[in-house]
């Protein structure tokens, strides 16, 4: 695809409710001074989407914290089908010490393989494998959840332009990324779900 061909990304209703951050903020990522205070923000502007879905009538679909011993570089929660309870999913947050000039990474626990491998990148984990044996029989847990996580097809942002910015938060990879993602895999995730029930 050429640079002409590329796509821009069209602002949805969500994201008038959660406006990007002001220029300020570009620039305060993990290694900044004032990081705690972007995580503040970061978690203000997930609390206000969440304030968005519940006035449209919609219940929310994930939970997501940071991980204090982390420093806000892991972010924690999980997502679910509010039509189906019973499909919880645990969820891992990664953010780079380049963010927010990098997007995050999402990484879902490795039991959804089966219900929508299709779009899961099987080989990017978390935990990572030890560059040892990259390819292990059994790999590695995360110590807090006793799960192996996967991380979910991130391709379409690269392919549209505007998806993601410096100026963009956590809550805007959930808009437009995660839920891209999830909403794509439902029908799927219930299907093959209900087969096996």
Known sequence: MSEGDKKAWQVGLAE????PFTEKWESVGPKHPEWNERI????HALGKYIEFLRSEGSKPWFYIKPDTRF???????YITLPTHPDLKFD???LLSGEYPRAMPKAFIEDSLIE???????????YPPPSKDDPAPKQWPKDPETGKSFVMICHDHMSAVEGAWA???GIVHFFIREVW?????????????HEKRG
């Open 115 to 125: 219900l929508a491998g299709s779009k899961i990148y099987v080989k990017n984990r």
């Open 71 to 77: 420093k806000g570089v892991i972010w924690r929660g």
């Open 180 to 192: 891209f993602w999830f909403a794509a895999m439902q029908n799927v995730i219930i299907r093959e």
């Open 91 to 93: 969820m891992i947050i």
């Open 40 to 43: 503040k923000l970061e978690i």
């Open 166 to 168: 410096p100026n963009l």
């Open 16 to 19: 008038l409710r959660v406006p």
